[in-house]
Nanobody
Framework: QLVESGGGLVQPGGSLRLSCAAS????????MGWFRQVSGKEREFVAS????????DYADSVKGRFTISRDNAKNTVYLQMNSLKPEDTAVYYC????????????????WGKGTQVTVSS
């Protein structure tokens, strides 16, 4: 089970840190990703991290503003979001890939239920 937290309402230019806590199994060998979805649109990739944390990847729209990290001892993945923009408003989902990397939306094996992030003045 994956449970996201840390979402909320923030002003443009502000910051939030999302957390994804895993339970029921150890996800330290899984690739982890963050995705987001706006109502009426397709879910899109935001960021990913390999099982070891040695490699990360970001969507062009968030590069330089978002940072993904993980603490395998705590079975938790984080998404630090800085310089937030109104277009970052979405439901953010955490997901796990048993392969150890992240193969894309269709390759994810476990999903959380999401946390709402709203960027507005």
């Amino acid at each position: 089970q994956l449970v996201e937290s840390g979402g909320g309402l923030v002003q443009p230019g502000g910051s939030l840190r999302l957390s994804c806590a895993a339970s029921g199994r150890t996800f330290s060998n899984y690739g982890m990703g963050w995705f987001r979805q706006v109502s009426g649109k397709e879910r899109e990739f935001v960021a990913s991290i390999t099982w070891s944390g040695g490699s990360t990847d970001y969507a062009d729209s968030v590069k330089g503003r978002f940072t993904i990290s993980r603490d395998n001892a705590k079975n938790t993945v984080y998404l630090q979001m800085n310089s937030l923009k109104p277009e970052d408003t979405a439901v953010y989902y955490c997901a796990a890939d048993i392969s150890g990397t992240v193969r894309g939306i269709s390759g994810m094996d476990y999903w959380g239920k999401g946390t709402q992030v709203t960027v507005s003045s």
